[in-house]
């Protein structure tokens, strides 16, 4: 059942400070905020989607390792590549690049990576971690676009283990408003339509038949 309103882990765990460089918006972060999808900033349009993929504390666990190393992205059709983690934003402890056992590295603060997909909306170019959530029963990371990006967007995408036992994917986003057009509201292609495409895909991809 999905809703939508207009654990083991790495071999070490990094922290949630917000990093602000480079990126293409100015409203950084706001989407770690509830808020955000009844009040978006000017020019903006914002969304949140509910999708549950199981229950269990393995399909929990299946579901964060795979979101945690980018997979949720790759299960929806993004290429991701060229990812880099950011020295000074790592681990509170100062640990340095956190990895899994076998050597696939972990989404932490400040980490950027290229992503591109052909549709349904075209997108290319180098996004940022801002924040990651690592706490009892969630885990997930916030990121946004970077100058050069052909996205002007940040999502918020958490995995969640409930109290009743579901496992959920919980995804807000916020985007550039497109320019009006009088044909594109009557139009398949919708830019806005599109935009929400995206996000259902990114929000269904951790589903039991994308990670075994």
Do not use: C
Request: proline content about 8%; aromatic content about 8%; charged content about 25%.
């Amino acid at each position: 059942m999905s809703t939508v309103r207009t654990g083991a882990g790495p071999l070490r765990r990094g922290g949630s400070a917000p990093i602000d460089h480079g990126l293409n918006y100015a409203a950084i972060g706001v989407t770690a905020r509830p808020d955000v999808v009844s009040f978006p900033p000017a020019g903006f349009r914002s969304a949140e989607y509910r999708h549950r993929i199981g229950s269990g504390a393995r399909r929990f666990d299946l579901a964060g390792r795979a979101l945690m190393t980018w997979g949720a992205l790759r299960a929806a059709g993004y290429r991701v590549e060229d990812v880099r983690a950011e020295e000074a934003a790592l681990s509170p402890r100062g640990t340095g690049p956190l990895y899994l056992e076998d050597g696939t590295p972990w989404v932490t603060p400040g980490m950027t990576a290229v992503i591109e997909a052909a549709e349904p909306v075209p997108a290319a170019g180098r996004v940022k971690v801002l924040s990651v959530v690592d706490e009892p029963g969630r885990i997930g990371f916030v990121y946004g676009s970077m100058h050069g990006h052909t996205e002007v967007a940040e999502r918020y995408l958490v995995v969640e283990h409930d109290e009743q036992d579901g496992v959920w994917v919980h995804l807000r986003s916020l985007w550039e408003a497109p320019a009006p057009s009088r044909l594109a509201r009557f139009s398949r292609s919708n830019p806005e339509a599109l935009q929400r495409k995206v996000d259902e895909r990114i929000v269904r991809a951790l589903h039991p038949s994308n990670v075994a």
